[in-house]
């Protein structure tokens, strides 16, 4: 049922956008939530998982204050503020914002080294791409929300693909990537590597930068077997069906946990692939790339592809077994 015009409420966003001089990543909301509201602060809803990723992807402890908030994201360089600075709004319902006036994000972007901006979720994308992206003249990355209402994604995996998107680790990053091109360079397969002015951390950004379906997009998913790490290659459309993987591994599905996938496979989040990686970790590819006459795995940094054959792509994985655990 459509919501009356009596339950809409004219709102003005009253507290300020954190920031300093040396704030390199502005994450976006759509505007305070009733909880915020009362809070005088972001992201004040009890079960929004915002300060957990954070503070998990920080090293961070879990922020109780709202001094201690503010400190912990300024030394780590975020800034956050929210996309709309007043609207009609019925209660906390993003999709019920209407009569949006901006919030003037120059204010930021003029006095501060950012360098990339973020959604918090699709409604902040959007409302960011019709209001403010003509006057800021900058792209932004969505991620997926840190709602409660976005019970799709749990915080392990928001974790994850948050830091895909919002980390650099540029030194390390870099570090893989040379390492990656080189195991490449064996196969005489070094000049297929793409780099991209752009992320590529994640399927649908990598399928964006190379210009191609996401499908061909060749994920590597990390698993730990026992005492074993495992690399599954499979399409970007695939998903590891649960019976298939028990049947070929003899155990439930567990992934690396985001602090893990470095440490064990060489190679951050964003930017895994199966080139490169430290001895022992043993690595398959399913049965899903086989569709494709070319695929394009990442070369173990977040903008960077490799375009290859799936026999291109066998031989330089050291003839890698072949395997069928996805749907």
Known sequence: MAESKASYQHVEHTFEPVFDAGSRVLILGTFPSVKSREQNFYYGH??????????????????????????MLLKHHIAVWDVVQSCDIVGSSDSSIKNVVPAKLNLILDHSRVSKICANGD????LYQKYCQADTKREIIKLPSTSPANAAYSLE??????????????????MAFERAKEHLKQFGLEDHVMVFETSSATVDLAAKAVGCEPARIAKTLSFKVGDDCVLIVAAGDARIDNHKYKEQFHTKAKMLSFDEVEELTGHAVGGVCPFGVKEGVKVYLDASLKRFDLVYP?????N???????????????????????K
């Not at 409604?123 to 959007?126: E, H, L, S, V, W």
């Not at 995996?157 to 030194?171: A, C, N, S, V, Y």
């Not at 990442?298 to 977040?302: I, K, L, M, T, Y």
């Open 46 to 71: 009890p079960q929004n998982r915002f300060w957990k990723v954070l503070a998990s992807l920080t090293k961070e402890k879990l922020p109780q204050t709202v001094e201690d908030k503010k400190a």
């Open 123 to 126: 409604k902040a994308c959007k």
């Open 157 to 174: 995996r928001l974790t994850e693909l948050w830091g895909e998107m919002i980390f650099d680790g540029k030194e390390d990053k870099k």
């Open 298 to 302: 990442a070369c173990g940094s977040s």
């Open 304 to 326: 960077s592809a490799v375009r290859l054959t799936p026999e291109e792509l066998e031989r330089a994985c050291g003839q890698a077994e072949w395997i069928d655990v996805c």
